[in-house]
């Protein structure tokens, strides 16, 4: 799976070469491309900005470096499958929020490119064209303001990155996820079994594997009804059939 990212600070996206997704990139899995979008500007000052039509605070990023800049990214795209154009991610607060469903369905496409603004945002007019080439999503982390989009793709591309089969060493540790199933992750202990006059909790040393998911289950519902009841609306309402779950 390819990503691109367009950036004016490449420098962030460092990070990708440490950990799992380094790892994963070493290997051939995955392949990240990061360009800098001054690279696309042909005045003295590399100018990505200028002054928003209307006034207002704030600058606002030119729209011909960003065509450049994607035009460049969409002619090295890997053919994607037929009628399927590559997909833009344009991280933004004002976007449709990115989820672990997001996340699943962008694992499944061969080639997802990053815009990442900064100031006040890009010129509307850049993603009614970059309609033509790609596919193009506004997507936001959740409900608050960061400097600039490139700490967003940076989660994105983990988050998806690890789907793509081969990253995660044992598969089997992305099914009992957090998200996964609707309902968060239940906790975990390791040795010892008292640590500072704090016990683990009897069953988990039970030996009973039915016991000890019973009671997960249970700690997976209370910590969602407790912590997310956005969540737990959302898993305990009726099915499209009227069924219950
Ligand atoms: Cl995706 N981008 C930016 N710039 N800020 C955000 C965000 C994304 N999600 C939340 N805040």
């Not at 154009?85 to 991280?91: D, I």
């Not at 040795?191 to 289950?217: F, I, T």
Request: with cysteine; glycine share 10%.
């Amino acid at each position: 799976m390819r990503f691109d990212v367009v950036t004016i600070f490449p420098e962030y996206l460092a990070v990708l070469d440490v950990s799992l997704l380094g790892k994963a990139r070493r290997e051939g899995l995955v392949d990240v491309h990061v360009h800098h979008l001054r690279d696309f500007t042909f005045d003295r000052h590399r100018t990505v900005d200028d002054t928003p039509y209307g006034g207002g605070a704030g600058m606002v990023m030119k729209a011909e470096p960003w065509a450049l800049a994607l035009e460049h990214v969409a002619a090295a795209s890997p053919a994607p499958a037929v009628g399927e154009r590559p997909v833009l991610v344009v991280p933004t607060p004002s976007g449709r929020p990115f989820t672990q469903a997001t996340a699943r369905e962008l694992a499944r496409r061969e080639h997802v490119s990053f815009a990442c603004g900064r100031y006040e945002g890009i010129d509307e007019r850049v993603f009614g064209w970059a309609e033509e080439r790609f596919e193009v999503r506004l997507v936001s982390l959740g409900d608050y303001v960061l400097n600039g989009g490139e700490v967003a793709a940076l989660a994105m591309i983990e988050a998806i990155g690890r789907l793509v089969p081969g990253v995660v060493g044992n598969p089997e540790s992305l099914v009992e996820e957090s998200h996964e199933d609707g309902l968060l992750e239940y906790p975990v202990y390791t040795k010892p079994s008292v640590w500072r006059d704090r016990e683990v909790p009897p069953v988990l040393l039970s030996g009973d594997h039915g016991k000890v998911a019973a009671w997960r289950r249970s700690q997976q519902e209370e910590r969602t009804r407790d912590r997310r009841p956005d969540l737990w609306g959302a898993f305990t309402a009726p099915g499209p059939d009227g069924s219950e779950r």
